[in-house]
């Protein structure tokens, strides 16, 4: 199964390093987005990476221009007619990729391979709005996807074992290293690491400590390199509470209920760095 034209939906903080990562290995990669000026912001960031690859010497000019080539926009699914796969990468929520999976099941031609980034949507329930189930897979790639090097890739009840091989090999391709999941709510990465970004949420909102103390715990404590409360503002507090909303809903356990104060930012649009504001202020 040879994989050479790409497209990716959703030019948005993953959408746009997908398509990156992509091009850099020298796939053809259509990016689509609902409007220019969101893929526009997405082709900004690429263009911010590669500007600072090449200052650093890692890229010449020419190589930058080479990978930017690689990238056009779709405003379109109809762009997915002559594509080996798609990857998605819109919001983290089922009817909207339920609806994406059911346009670009008509669309895309009969050998290409359905992919979604979801962060913990089941991949079974994506797979089951098309008619080629056993060619829909999970490829979850973690941010900043230019920078980590894991894909989770995750199997729906039906995919086939030609499909998962052509997605591990397109990964290794990617400078990227598959790690083999099965299909339950918020696979490994995000069922271990976003109960415990919501416990400190929770350490928050009971006055257990400041944001900053909270951060230098973890930080200086364990090591991680962000604390959970900036990690969570570098998700998106939205995409933090749809995946806690799928564990918890999908796993029925009490443990994973939302932090009623993830549920007050988010309605009042405090989504994080993406926003401007999250637990802290982005200039
Ligand atoms: N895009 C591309 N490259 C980036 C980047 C971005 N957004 N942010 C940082 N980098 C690169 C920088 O270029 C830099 O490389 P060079 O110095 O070689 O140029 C390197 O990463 C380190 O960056 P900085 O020195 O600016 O900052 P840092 O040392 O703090 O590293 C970080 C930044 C890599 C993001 C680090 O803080 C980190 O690893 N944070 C945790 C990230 C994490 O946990 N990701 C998983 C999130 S969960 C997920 O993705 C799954 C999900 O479904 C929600
Ligand atoms: P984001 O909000 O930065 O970007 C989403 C983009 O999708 C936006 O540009 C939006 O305009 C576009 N979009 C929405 N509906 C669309 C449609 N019908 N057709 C085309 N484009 C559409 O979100 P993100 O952080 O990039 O997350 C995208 C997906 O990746 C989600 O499923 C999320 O769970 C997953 N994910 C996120 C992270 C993370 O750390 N943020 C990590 C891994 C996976």
């Known amino acids: ?51 600072r690859d090449v200052e650093k010497g890692r890229k010449t000019e020419d190589e930058k221009a080479a990978i930017l080539g690689r990238i056009s926009m779709s405003l379109d699914l109809q762009d997915a007619s002559d594509v080996d796969i798609i990857i998605e990468a819109a919001v983290e929520n089922m ?50 996807v230019p920078v980590m090097k894991l ?20 990964t290794v391709k990617l400078s990227k290293t598959p790690v083999e999941v099965n299909d339950f709510p918020g696979f490994i990465s995000n069922r271990i690491l976003l109960p415990m970004i919501n416990e400190a949420i929770y350490a928050l909102y009971e006055g257990v400590a400041s944001k900053e103390a909270i951060d230098d715990v973890m930080k200086l404590g364990m090591n991680h390199p962000m604390g959970p409360l900036t990690l969570a503002d570098f998700i998106g507090l939205d995409t933090c509470l749809s995946i ?40």
């Open 95 to 144: 009817e909207v990729k339920q609806s994406i999976f059911k346009q670009i099941d008509q669309i895309a031609p009969a050998h290409a391979i359905l992919a979604t980034n979801t962060s913990s949507l089941p991949i079974t329930e994506i797979a089951a709005v098309t008619n080629r189930p056993e060619q829909v897979i999970g490829m979850h790639f973690m941010n900043p």
């Open 1 to 51: 199964m040879g994989i050479q034209k790409v497209m990716v939906i959703g030019a948005g903080q993953m959408g746009s390093g997908i398509a990156q990562v992509c091009a850099q290995a020298g796939y053809d990669v259509k990016l689509n987005d609902m409007k220019q000026e969101f893929f526009e912001r997405g082709l900004g960031v690429m263009t911010k990476n590669l500007t």
């Open 244 to 283: 806690m909303e799928i564990l918890h809903e999908g796993l029925g356990d009490s443990k994973y209920r939302p932090c009623p104060l993830l549920r007050k930012y988010v309605a009042a649009g405090w989504l994080g760095k993406k926003s401007g504001r999250g637990f802290y202020v982005y200039e």
């Open 151 to 170: 894909v989770e890739i995750i199997r729906g009840l039906a995919t086939s074992d030609e499909v998962y091989k052509a997605v591990e090999d397109m």
